[in-house]
């Protein structure tokens, strides 16, 4: 199946088209398609916000759509920066700001209250306007500086999962406290929330196509 995959952040994009074309679809990233779009994210839950992209984009290409919204839920913040994760500082999409700020409001919060969670709302959309949302979460803490490594975006150097994937798609404790952003691809993609989300579209994608095909 040939997919849009609507995001303009590039590591969010080779994120889902490395999962998805894993799953046996063809990818088309919106440079691709040719598509110019901003729609303003005006839910306040992820999978509303999932679908506004997916709607949006779904509508301007033509195609199936694949949207995601993401983000980090501090405990120790309420559950911020939620749904404003990209914006947290104020600018969309800043991600050195976003790290910045975030690590001087928990400047003060001891290590076993770090607790935290990433969050993914993955919504299929179809050109009759028939959607599918997944979630997909990931639990772990904030590290105390950032972790820096080879891979990942956002708050991935600040993000220390609790758990890391095996080459076999198994999971283990991460007993090297390694951030997102040290983790190889298939050792993130195994645990991430992103990764999760996905792989429960996989497994639901097929009855909702079914479905929609009566």
Do not use: W
Request: charged fraction near 25%; charge should be negative.
């Amino acid at each position: 199946m040939i997919i849009c995959a609507a995001s303009n952040n590039q590591g969010k994009l080779k994120e889902l088209r490395r999962i998805l074309e894993r799953m046996g679809h063809t990818v088309k990233s919106l440079r691709e398609l040719g598509i110019d779009i901003d729609p303003e994210e005006t839910g306040t839950t992820f999978a509303e916000n999932a679908r506004i992209k997916a709607e949006a984009f779904c509508k301007a290409s033509g195609l199936p759509t694949v949207a995601d919204d993401s983000g980090l839920c501090v405990d120790a913040l309420q559950g911020a920066p939620g749904v404003y994760s990209a914006r947290y500082a104020g600018h969309h999409g800043d991600d050195d700001a976003n790290n910045q700020k975030l690590l001087g409001e928990m400047r003060d919060i001891p290590a076993e209250k770090r607790t935290g969670q990433f969050v993914s709302a993955v919504c299929f959309m179809l050109p009759n306007g028939q959607a599918l949302t997944c979630m997909g979460s990931c639990p772990g803490h904030i590290a105390a500086g950032l972790q820096n490594g080879d891979y990942g975006f956002g708050y991935d150097p600040l993000f220390i999962p609790d758990a890391c994937g095996l080459a076999n798609g198994a999971t283990r404790p991460n007993t090297e406290n390694r951030s997102y952003a040290q983790l190889p691809p298939d050792e993130k993609d195994a645990i991430s929330h992103r990764g999760r989300a996905l792989e429960e579209l996989e497994r639901r994608l097929p009855e909702f196509l079914r479905q929609n095909e009566r």
